[in-house]
């Protein structure tokens, strides 16, 4: 299997704090099957994206565990319409594996107004944004129509193995596996900080995925798409996305029967 998201590098954003951790993080992945671990850290107001000792740490973090996973580069690039220039100007810096492909994570309480302008400069700069973890995010939850309609407009979606085995609450894996069974998932990653809370795991999600879905479906969504992205391929052929559920009442009922905090809105409502 191949992990497109994960937070190894040692002390370089909130994933792991130190190399010890970081190769214990390797390790574990390695043993759970995976292959190729992207590091991706942040881009965003927090911390500082510097792709330079990003490098040095992934070479560092490679040497002491040896080949197996083989560490790549990536990013988990915070998308606004103020850094997109960032990401235009500087693809390779920000891209998975120097590929078109890049990781775009949204803030929890808005979408940006201009973001249609934004998916296309980026789209004619050639880039193929996959949207990371919408099970988690509150606009999401609340308006779990936005995956089919941002998938028909050619975004790619990422979901968290570990919301799809439930290991983020009942919320985030029922839309995942309803968004799956919409034929809306492109990949599921670890997101991996730590080896207890969010450990780099994906085989308990591909076992899961077989079961429900069958060992193609499992390995175009852990294997063949990721390796697409890391070798800077066309995905392959998937199934045709599905607008509702084919299985249950359909998104009205859930969303009406979701337990409803603070409603997250967009800029444009």
């Known amino acids: 299997m191949i992990d497109i998201h994960c937070h190894p590098l ?41 792709p330079e000792l990003n490098r040095q740490k992934a070479i560092e973090l490679q040497a002491a565990i040896g080949d197996v996973p083989k560490m790549l580069l990536g990013c988990d690039f915070h998308l606004s319409y103020e850094n997109v220039q960032d990401l235009v100007n500087k693809r390779a810096e ?7 492909y890049v990781l775009v994570e949204f803030a929890e309480y808005f979408i940006p107004r201009q973001f249609e302008q934004v998916l296309y400069e980026i789209e004619i700069a050639g880039l193929k ?3 990371t973890h919408p099970e988690r995010n509150p606009i999401f939850q609340s308006h779990p129509s936005l995956v089919y309609d941002w998938v028909r407009r050619g975004c790619l979606i990422q979901l968290t193995a570990q919301s799809y085995v439930g290991g983020f609450g009942s919320r985030p894996r029922s839309l995942a596996e309803r968004w799956l069974d919409q034929n809306l998932v492109h990949f599921f990653a670890t997101d991996a900080h730590d080896t207890r809370r969010r450990p780099p795991l994906l085989s308990p999600c591909y076992e899961k995925v077989a079961a429900a879905c069958g060992k193609e479906t499992a390995d175009r969504i852990l294997i063949r798409n990721p390796d697409a992205v890391i070798n800077d391929k066309p995905l392959p052929e998937g199934p045709e996305p599905l607008q509702s559920h084919p299985k249950g009442r359909g998104w009205l009922s859930f969303f009406i029967r979701s337990k409803r905090g603070r409603a997250p809105v967009t800029e444009t409502e």
Do not use: C, K, Q
């Open 10 to 50: 040692p002390a370089i954003d909130d994933g792991a704090e130190s190399l010890e951790e970081s190769v214990a993080m390797m390790r574990m992945a390695a043993e759970d099957g995976i292959t190729h671990t992207v590091a991706t850290p942040h881009y965003n107001y927090r911390y500082t994206f510097d």
């Open 129 to 131: 944004p996959i949207i």
């Open 94 to 100: 920000f891209t998975i594996n120097g590929s078109s």
